[in-house]
């Protein structure tokens, strides 16, 4: 059945020129997520771990912190009792939340490193993609305009003491402990700075007359990142995705009229490059472009005018 999860590791920007702030992951979140098809059929899914083969994955060794083998399979139960009787207490409790199948439910639970020592921990739960409770500092809270749901949720939450007693456990002190121990084994990786590579290429075009320039930027670590096309507001930044060998890649667009095109520049900021951002030019590439064109085209014409001409004295010749 469900195990536990694996590391899900969020990023928060380093803020400001704060020399201490953590430059590299710092919470930990685990996102399960319940999707109910009707009254009879439910089931539960969620990052990192296996629900067919009942394994936990581990992709990195330092991915149980300085937790013991045993102490993981320990964990395991709670969290197997907890998915599955959650699912139990949904199906029993339909009517009274008003929901409709089918439905989902989503949570977001886990805690977080601040600047200096400070965890936070919180789980957050929403229904159809509406936040409808968050459980923060030992307290059960309905979200703003969640109506009755919310207070329901919380009410049932104290009928359900044990199950209660052990969520706020592994909120308040089982995921610090882990977070702290994770980041502490895992330090030379998370905190490895990697350069990014960055290039210009154009893609599909919008419209009659415009261009889609695109600066791609890729293989960075860790993941804060700043890439701009210089002074044009119609800037677009994609998602930053995840290459495969645990860096990173962003591809940043922007729209414009073929004829503003040159001189036009992207510019990647990022850790490690220190202060020498990187300023891609895509004038460079459009002049490139120009000379070709200034040298294929007269030359091509140059061969047509030669062959027509050599054709003509070659027919006259045959005839006289
Ligand atoms: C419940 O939903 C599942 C999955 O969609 C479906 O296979 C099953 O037939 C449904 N059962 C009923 C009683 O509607
Ligand atoms: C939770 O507790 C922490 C520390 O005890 C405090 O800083 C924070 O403001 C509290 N949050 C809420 C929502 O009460
Ligand atoms: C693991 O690390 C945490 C945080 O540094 C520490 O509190 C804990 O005692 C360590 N050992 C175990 C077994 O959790």
């Known amino acids: 059945m469900l195990l536990l999860p694996l590391?899900?590791?969020v990023v928060i920007l380093p803020g400001g020129d704060n020399k201490d702030m953590f430059q590299w992951p710092t919470s930990y979140h685990i996102i399960p997520i319940w999707t109910f098809a009707n009254s009879s059929w439910a089931q539960n899914q969620g990052s990192g771990w296996d629900s067919d083969l009942g394994t936990t994955i581990f992709l990195k060794s330092w991915s149980k912190g300085n937790f013991s083998d045993e102490e993981m399979t320990e964990l395991q139960d709670p969290f197997g009792v907890y998915f599955i009787g959650f699912t139990r207490v949904v199906q029993d409790h339909v009517s009274e939340f008003q929901v409709e199948y089918p439905f989902v439910i989503q949570v977001i639970a886990g805690c977080e490193l601040h600047s200096g020592e400070a965890i936070g921990s919180s789980l957050r739960g929403a229904l159809g993609g509406l936040d409808f409770v968050r459980i923060q500092n030992d307290s059960c809270v309905p979200?703003?305009?969640s109506g009755s749901r919310g207070q329901k949720f919380c009410a049932l939450m104290t009928q359900y003491q044990g199950t209660s007693n052990i969520i706020e456990r592994l909120l308040s002190e089982t995921c610090p402990r882990y977070l702290l121990g994770v980041l502490d084994a895992g330090k030379a990786?998370?905190?490895k700075q990697v350069k990014p590579e960055a290039w210009l290429s154009s893609g599909p075009t919008p419209g009659p007359g415009c261009l889609l320039l695109v600066c791609h930027v890729s293989g960075f670590y860790p993941k804060p990142v700043w890439v701009m096309w210089m002074r044009q507001p119609g800037t677009q930044q994609g998602d930053i995705m995840p290459n495969a060998d645990w860096t990173w890649y962003l591809r940043v667009t922007l729209d414009v009229a073929a004829g503003e095109v040159a001189g036009l520049s992207c510019q990647v900021r990022h850790s490690s490059l220190g202060e020498q951002d990187i300023i891609?030019?895509?004038?460079?590439?459009a002049y490139i472009g120009l000379i070709l064109v200034a040298i294929i085209v007269p030359s091509l014409i140059l061969c047509i005018c030669?062959?027509?001409?050599?054709w003509r004295r070659w027919s006259y010749q045959n005839i006289s």
């Open 7 to 9: 590391l899900l590791l």
């Open 143 to 145: 979200a703003p305009n």
């Open 189 to 191: 990786e998370l905190q």
């Open 280 to 285: 891609l030019y895509w004038g460079h590439l």
């Open 306 to 310: 030669l062959a027509l001409w050599f």
